[in-house]
């Protein structure tokens, strides 16, 4: 006998045994109510799923392909969801060791900015809410800025103003004070940063020095990695 047979077999079984049974009379633990609404819907579900499985079986083999490659996405979906904390950590460090210089943000909160090529590391960070690229050196008693890039800040300092001498690992210049309202690399943010502008053509680069440094927890470099520790 067929599905729909057997459905609605049972289906009739159940009718005669409520009418054959009393009114106020359970059956197998239901009221009559309860089990004529379940037999009705079981049998409209049993032809369901018949019907399904007879267009199933009419081309089993594309069928099941469907059904496993469906089963795996929505396998994916699951773990992905479950792990994304961590997919999102392991992201961060393959972009960071493409993109060296990119901020990584570990689960303690720190920092990990991987070293270029040249042996240098190179910060990427957020002057005033401008991105702007850094070199890391504790050599520096300030963050210096270039002069081209305290121009793009709208620092122009006056030339009566360069007057402090600044000794950097490439050696010394004349620069003038100024203060950066804020300073962020990666989720580390330090605000009201003394900083210092020197004269056009004297820095190629910008320089991420102990003023910045000196707000951190802490710093160290480990291999190829320079890690900060927010305050």
Do not use: K
Not at 102 to 114: E, Y
Not at 206 to 229: A, K, T, Y
Request: aromatic share 6%; net charge neutral.
């Amino acid at each position: 006998m067929s599905v729909p047979g057997l459905a609605l077999a049972a289906l009739g079984l159940v009718l005669a045994v409520l009418i054959f049974s009393h009114d106020s009379q359970s059956v197998v633990g239901l009221e009559p109510d309860q089990l004529a609404s379940l037999a009705i819907s079981g049998s409209l579900l049993a032809v369901v799923v018949a019907g399904f499985w007879h267009q199933f079986r009419g081309n089993l083999g594309a069928n099941l392909r469907a059904a496993l490659i469906w089963g795996l996405l929505a396998l994916a979906l699951v773990a992905g969801y479950a792990y994304r904390d961590e997919a999102r950590t392991v992201g961060a460090r393959l972009m960071g060791a493409v993109r060296p210089g990119s901020a990584v943000t570990g689960a303690d909160g720190s920092v990990t900015i991987t070293r270029r090529a040249d042996g240098d590391f190179h910060v990427r960070a957020e002057v005033n809410g401008q991105p702007h690229g850094f070199q890391f050196d504790t050599g520096a008693s300030s963050v210096v800025l270039t002069a081209e890039t305290a121009a793009a800040l709208g620092i122009r300092p006056a030339e009566s103003e360069f007057g402090v001498r600044v000794s950097t690992a490439n050696g010394t210049t004349v620069a003038a004070p100024a203060f950066l309202d804020s300073i962020r690399v990666g989720t580390l943010v330090a605000r009201r940063v003394p900083a210092l502008v020197s004269r056009p053509g004297a820095l190629r680069d910008n320089l991420l020095g102990m003023s910045f440094l000196d707000r951190l927890s802490g710093f160290e470099v480990r291999g190829d990695r320079l890690i900060l520790r927010g305050p």
